[in-house]
T-cell receptor, first 115, second 114 residues
Framework: AQSVTQPDIHITVSEGASLELRCNYS??????LFWYVQSPGQGLQLLLK??????LVQGIKGFEAEFKRSQSSFNLRKPSVHWSDAAEYFC?????????????FGSGTRLSIRP | EPEVTQTPSHQVTQMGQEVILRCVPI?????FYWYRQILGQKVEFLVS????????KSEIFDDQFSVERPDGSNFTLKIRSTKLEDSAMYFC????????????FGSGTQLSVL
């Protein structure tokens, strides 16, 4: 069965420091992978997605993620975080681009930024 | 960027009462969804809706739940007789004409059942 694991419940980093949020998935084939962000009082916003091709994916707000098949991982990175990046981040997996109903979300990682 | 709008942002109700959560999807979208997130748990799919009918639903979406598109703009989720365990954040989402586009999520309605 498909699953998504985000092992870090809460991460605190200093403003300007680099960030890496971990995501591991379990799926038989190559899945479609997503990162969403939820800022306080806001909806879920798509940061980036991976379907195929280049395993390093660029997203909005300066985020990127790298798909590593051998490690079943899709970690989110940002070289220098800003205070506005404080939010909840969700990794998600789906078996197909059109299978929105089958999107499975991870439990989320809350990111706090230290001034 | 276009937005999905949800109202109210927070709803408090007594156990056994009916609630209606409202959503205004993006105007040219044709696929609509409800998800929920119980505090501390994952975001879970509830139901998808297309062409005025449910296209898919999860095990969570039992007979106490229903969805409706009463007019050309609103998309509602009704919980007939709320239970304590229905307390959660409910997210509405919509996607474009083919259903293959990305989902746009609303900011959610926090439902508290007392």
């Amino acid at each position: 069965a498909q699953s998504v694991t985000q092992p870090d419940i809460h991460i605190t980093v200093s403003e300007g420091a680099s960030l890496e949020l971990r995501c591991n998935y379990s799926y038989g084939a190559t899945p479609y992978l997503f990162w969403y962000v939820q800022s306080p009082g806001q909806g879920l916003q798509l940061l980036l997605k991976y379907f195929s091709g280049d395993t390093l994916v660029q997203g909005i707000k300066g985020f990127e993620a790298e798909f590593k098949r051998s490690q079943s991982s899709f970690n989110l990175r940002k070289p220098s975080v800003h205070w506005s990046d404080a939010a909840e981040y969700f990794c998600a997996v789906a078996p197909g681009y059109s299978s929105a109903s089958k999107i499975i979300f991870g439990s989320g990682t809350r990111l706090s930024i230290r001034p | 960027e276009p937005e999905v709008t949800q109202t109210p942002s927070h709803q408090v109700t007594q156990m056994g009462q009916e609630v209606i959560l409202r959503c205004v999807p993006i105007s040219n979208h044709l696929y609509f969804y409800w998800y929920r997130q119980i505090l501390g748990q994952k975001v879970e799919f509830l139901v998808s809706f297309y062409n005025n009918e449910i296209s898919e639903k999860s095990e969570i979406f039992d007979d106490q739940f229903s969805v409706e598109r009463p007019d050309g703009s609103n998309f509602t989720l009704k919980i007939r007789s709320t239970k304590l365990e229905d307390s959660a954040m409910y997210f509405c989402a919509s996607s474009g004409p083919s259903g293959n586009e990305k989902l746009f999520f609303g900011s959610g309605t926090q439902l508290s059942v007392l």
